[in-house]
């Protein structure tokens, strides 16, 4: 199967908030100008405080939320307590860096609160990590960033978080 025909997500947008982290994503999965799938599930929970979106190949996608799971799940045994937002956005890096030569097809935001926070990380796959406040990727981003850019503000809670992230995928999806 070539690239063009690989089942792709599409639009996602992470957004920190002063109460938390708001993913959203459109639901389509695409595989270029085709729509294969009207509902594709992208927004994926690791912990009961961590969360993230895909977008990209959803088999690929899919291996890794099984992959950054258990890792998770393991951390806690190891050590009795969860990992933070940070350390499981360095874990995820380090298995989208060790797979460089074959490399999961996804871009990938994550986010959660810890201890410190509310923080939000987008890792390209080849295992870039960038932290940041707002984040939109897949092909209807620059769309998305364009609604973020202009009602996305640090002050927000979660519930207005929600509004602008909902705004930004449908604008995207027009």
């Not at 519930?159 to 449908?170: L, M, N, S």
């Amino acid at each position: 199967m070539n690239d063009e025909n690989r089942l792709k997500g599409t639009t996602t947008v992470g957004l920190t908030c002063k109460d938390g982290v708001v993913f959203a994503t459109e639901t389509r999965a695409t595989m270029g100008n085709l729509i294969a799938h009207k509902v594709a599930d992208k927004i994926f929970k690791i912990d009961d405080h961590i969360g993230t979106t895909i977008a990209g190949a959803v088999s690929d996608a899919q291996s890794l939320m099984k992959y950054i799971r258990a890792e998770v799940a393991l951390f806690r045994l190891r050590n009795g307590k969860r990992i933070n937002v940070e350390a499981a956005a360095t874990l995820t890096s380090n298995i989208l860096h060790s797979s460089r030569g074959y490399p999961f097809y996804v871009q990938t935001l994550l986010g959660g609160v810890d201890d410190k926070g509310p923080a939000l990380y987008s890792l390209d796959p080849t295992g870039g990590v960038i932290k940041d406040l707002m984040i939109s990727t897949g092909s209807g981003s620059p769309v998305a960033y364009g609604v973020l850019e202009d009602r996305y503000s640090e002050d927000l809670y979660v519930e207005e978080g929600v509004d602008v992230a909902i705004r930004a995928i449908k604008s995207a999806m027009e």
